[in-house]
């Protein structure tokens, strides 16, 4: 007997409060990153009667109301949803997580229960290296995770140079923000692989151009 796991199927934008699916990394209708301590998603269970209320009711914002976003929904209310314009897209989302939703029930895929934890760290922090010395130290920066070239998720690290990022079992790439503190940021990739099982335990080595 199988069991079924609800799945988080959309989101919201952390600055601009628009529906998208909860794989997007950054919104499509202002750009901004999310990041993973965001705002909850949405559980698959309430999308159908989600996108019944945006279908006969979305122009006084009823879909919005009904999923706990009181403040965008008093302003599609206002607005008559967006003249029909924002209506139509949180429609199109919707309906695309339902969908996302219901292929992820079928093939027995929902949250990723395996990840990546560990410590990233950039060296050399000083022009000369001694003995019994750190020659590196942890830092906080942005990540981008890509898989192949698609954008699958992106995660912080804290000061203490710790992060944690839930993905599915596969190779992936891991690309520092442009403002991390080493050197061609950008051009630093580095591939890892997380396993079928549980969490992979990793740990990333920047260079920070020091010599």
């Given at each position: 007997m199988s069991s079924y796991a609800p799945v988080q199927s959309a989101k919201y934008c952390?600055?601009?409060?628009g529906i998208m699916d909860s794989r997007t990394v950054s919104c499509p209708h202002c750009g901004v990153v999310q990041t993973d301590s965001g705002v909850p998603g949405i559980s698959d269970k309430r999308l159908f009667p989600a996108v019944m209320l945006?279908?006969?009711f979305g122009w006084c914002g009823a879909h919005r109301f009904y999923l706990g976003r009181?403040?965008?929904g008093i302003l599609q209310l206002i607005t008559l949803g967006g003249l029909g314009v924002w209506m139509l897209i949180d429609m199109v989302l919707l309906v695309g997580s339902m969908l996302y939703a219901l292929a992820a029930c079928a093939t027995g895929l929902g949250t990723p229960t395996t990840?990546?934890?560990g410590t990233?760290?950039?060296g050399p922090i000083t022009p000369v290296c001694m003995v019994d010395v750190p020659c590196s130290a942890p830092f906080s920066a942005n990540f981008t995770v890509k898989r192949g070239t698609s954008t699958v998720a992106s995660f912080h690290s804290d000061d203490q140079g710790q992060f944690t990022v839930m993905l599915f079992p596969g190779?992936?790439?891991i690309i520092p923000a442009s403002?991390?503190?080493i050197m061609m940021a950008g051009s630093q990739v580095k591939t890892v692989t997380v396993n079928?099982?549980?969490m992979t335990t990793v740990q990333l080595a920047f260079d920070t151009g020091i010599r």
């Open positions: 952390l600055r601009c409060e945006c279908g006969f009181r403040g965008s990840g990546l934890t990233v760290t950039r190779t992936y790439s403002d991390a503190p079928p099982t549980g």
